[in-house]
């Protein structure tokens, strides 16, 4: 694998949309067979997955895989013989390494995504460079300080980088700063008037809590760009967040397999990094869709990370291809994206409401053990429905005991005390009318 470095990939970066239609498909084709040939000579499961493979190869030729696929066949999926998950579970059971090189060389990462399955991302060198280098050149610029409001005490992505970077980097933490989303919101008011961020990143839900901080006089920052990510962003709450901060509000469609994937312009169009990723949207037996249709899922084809391969993986969002020029300007094709869905909830607390970001739950749910997927809905008088799948070696009232213990005490330090949790007969399912999959919701009965 070559080496690339900042400077070089800086430049790449900058270049590449300005490029010809003709010769940015010639090196994503290029930076594609670079890493089917590695991980074909690597990987013993790709070797007999890609067995049939030959050189000149379309992208349509190469199996699907999935998340369960992957976790199921780790030790022989990752390219480094030395890798093994239960080395890289055992080094993530201390929440001190986060942030740190595991193996000595790669950045952990953990997510459960909508579909329920845990998984272990590791990021080498070159993914973690192209993740840093596309994101703070197409949607952060240099406005700093940087604060992003997320959960640091878990192994996420976001807060790996900036744990690492600003290890190795100390001055970094002047410029770049994690906010736990878990503290309470008189704490993050707080931490933000502190250090007054030109830039605020966060879960739309967390941000929109937020706004009413302001209203109120409480939160005191002039940021100039609100980034949301995490979850689907719906235009009420860009709305309530462009009226409080008086900044841009964009968003960036990412995961954690394959990193920054698509970011928005001035006209709220999600603009694909395709140097680095691919996109395919596709129907439920995942043939290609038209553009201007909703896919039933995704697959993503990471270029940048040699380490453990993302090739024609299978994400559960539903996407949208737009071939229509953007207003603004940039060349290639932009995307809609449904995703995951969630509603801020609230919770009665005497003769007021407490606001609860969706994504701070799901944080809080997704980590117990035993859980495959959920599906929380809160009802009038305090009433939280869970709708669970647990894993097949768990026991079921076990697991919703352990995540009603997670649950009751997050929502105790919030000030929440009075609530009840039950466990449901139903399994988590989409909206009979619009086919939306909402993780955490209210209704008023």
Known sequence: MEYIGYAGLFFKTLLFPFLSSERRQEIQKARLKKLVAHTKACSPFFAKL???????????????????????????????????????????????????????????????????????????????????????????????????????????????????????????????????????????????????????????????????????GKLNIKPSLVIASGEHLSESTRKKLTDAFGCPVRSIYGCTEGGSMAIECRMNHLHVNYDWCILEPVDENHKPVPSGQMSDSVLLTNLSNFVQPVIRYEVTDRVTVHDEACPCGKKGLWIEVEGRTSDVIYFDHGEKRIGVAPMSLYDVIEVVPGVKNFQVILHPGNRVELRLVHMTDADRMQTFENVKKALTGYLHKLGVIDVSVYLSDGLPERNKRSGKFKQIYQVNE
């Open 50 to 216: 890609y067995k049939d493979i030959g050189e000149d190869f379309k992208l349509g030729d190469l199996p699907v895989t999935t998340k369960p696929m992957m976790m199921e066949n780790f030790d022989d999926w990752v390219t480094d013989r030395t890798v093994t998950l239960d080395g890289i579970r055992e080094f993530m059971k201390d929440k001190g390494n986060i942030g740190q090189s595991s193996f000595g060389k790669y950045l952990a990462a953990e997510t459960s995504g909508s579909t329920g399955y845990p998984a272990v991302m590791l990021q080498d060198k070159r993914a973690k460079k192209v993740s840093t280098v596309t994101t703070f050149l197409r949607a952060l610029g240099l406005r700093f300080p940087i604060v992003c409001v997320c959960v640091d005490d878990e192994f996420g992505l976001f807060n790996g980088f900036v744990r690492m970077n600003t290890a190795k980097y100390p001055v970094l933490k002047h410029f770049v700063r994690i906010v736990n989303a878990k503290k309470s919101f008189e704490q993050t008011v707080n931490e933000f008037n502190r250090i007054k961020p030109k830039t605020l990143i966060g879960y739309p839900g967390t941000l929109e809590l937020l706004t009413d901080m302001v209203y109120e």
